[in-house]
């Protein structure tokens, strides 16, 4: 099954399996380490497990609204998600460990026993964009595998699960086609070597491809690699947010 077709149910397995990997890198870890940066820029490693544990708890708060009816945001605020992640980075890692530990837990404990009807509700996300309950695991799943990577401790684009990389791929060159400049980047052809994965990007005809495996792809795509293992003329593109 892959997770373009997978159930909110099937989905809490890989959250379950992504989580745990995610959990040994952070056993890993020393307080030396944690201070140091990630490869996010401005963000040290503490930043991204504090990002990790208040994402949870933000989840969490929309598969309560989902349950309950009572409309629950996911962040109180964008100022207030910011300042918790900064207040949350220099705590020591027993303590950031823990936190993740819990909050996932906490997350997992309500997803796997949601009612099957409740993932159908309509909640929205921090954009203010409304999204039915039962894409909720998708999210923490990309949570969880990109900023694994982002940790810059040897996870790599490479390790991400190949129904991972099936289901996001497409979708981030569907979000990237609305954000191109095509004045400024010209349209090109997208081809995977390990699957049969082609899309363009941009509105005209392609003048050149850009050919390398499914990960590859997704992770320059994504600003999480310079595409040194793709080939072609790389163009610029539009930062990942």
């Known amino acids: 099954m892959t997770s373009e077709t997978a159930t909110p149910t099937d ?3 890989q959250v379950a399996a992504s989580t745990a990997r995610f959990d040994t890198t952070i056993g890993t870890l020393t307080e030396v380490a944690l201070a140091e940066p990630s490869r996010l820029p401005g963000w040290t ?13 933000s989840l969490l708060n929309l598969l309560l609204w989902a349950r309950t009816g009572i409309e629950i945001p996911q962040y ?20 950031q460990h823990a936190d993740f530990a819990a ?7 309500v997803a796997t026993t949601m ?5 159908l509700a309509e909640v929205r996300n921090r954009q203010g964009g409304t999204l039915t309950a039962d894409q909720i695991p998708w999210m923490r799943l990309r949570e969880t595998e990109i900023h ?44 995977a070597t390990d699957t049969d994965f082609i899309a363009t990007l941009g509105p005209g005809r392609p003048n050149h491809t850009i ?3 499914s990960h590859a792809l997704l992770a320059w795509l994504l600003g999480r690699s310079p595409g040194q293992d793709l080939t072609g003329p790389l163009p610029p593109l539009p930062a990942w947010k």
């Open 211 to 213: 050919i390398g495996p």
């Open 76 to 95: 109180a605020s964008g100022a207030l998600r910011d300042a918790d992640i900064e207040a949350g980075a220099p705590r020591t890692l027993e303590v």
């Open 115 to 119: 009612p099957s009807a409740d993932w």
């Open 103 to 109: 909050s996932a837990h906490r997350w997992q404990a």
């Open 45 to 57: 490693r503490g930043h991204v497990l504090a990002h990790m544990a208040r994402n949870a708890d």
């Open 11 to 13: 989905l809490l397995d």
């Open 148 to 191: 694994h990577v982002d940790l810059g401790t040897g996870y790599t684009p490479a390790d991400w699960p190949a129904p991972f990389v099936s289901r996001l791929l497409p979708e981030t060159v569907i979000d990237l086609a609305t954000k191109l400049d095509p004045e400024a980047t010209p349209t090109f052809d997208l081809q």
